[in-house]
């Protein structure tokens, strides 16, 4: 298992620009993924962006070239840089990673999928609001 404590959420103006960052316990090894969600109450949890340890990253179509996804692993920190924000964008953002030989395999796939079971391993949450 692995530690993850976002920080960086806040409130901003629409338009505005904010990173969030996501500190591991530990480094993952290949075949892991990390990655971004979000979540407003009332509505299903949504993936934002996931990257696997290969480098491999998706993101969801309404933030792509908006948001972007980085990893440091000399720090074990994931990031999420966030540009032109939207009121929709509002939401408190997770870090989640899929960490062991049942999960990391199957992290990509049920990422495109929309099935996030595979994340065994979240952070606590960082809220996001962005105001008009």
Do not use: H
């Amino acid at each position: 298992q692995v530690q993850l404590v976002e920080s960086g959420g806040g409130s901003v103006q629409v338009g505005g620009s904010l990173r969030l960052s996501c500190a591991a316990s530990r480094y993952l090894t290949s075949g892991n993924c990390m990655g971004w969600f979000r979540q407003v109450p009332g509505k299903e949890r949504e993936g934002v962006p996931v990257i696997i340890t290969d480098g491999s990253i998706r993101y969801l179509d309404s933030v792509k070239g908006r948001f972007t996804i980085s990893k440091d692993n000399a720090k074990n920190t994931l990031y999420l840089q966030m540009n032109s924000l939207k009121p929709e964008d509002t939401a408190t953002y997770y870090c989640a990673a899929a960490v062991g030989p049942l999960n990391g395999p199957y992290c990509y796939g049920g990422w495109l999928r929309g099935d996030y079971r595979p994340f065994n391993n979240w952070g606590q949450g960082t809220q996001v609001t962005v105001s008009s």
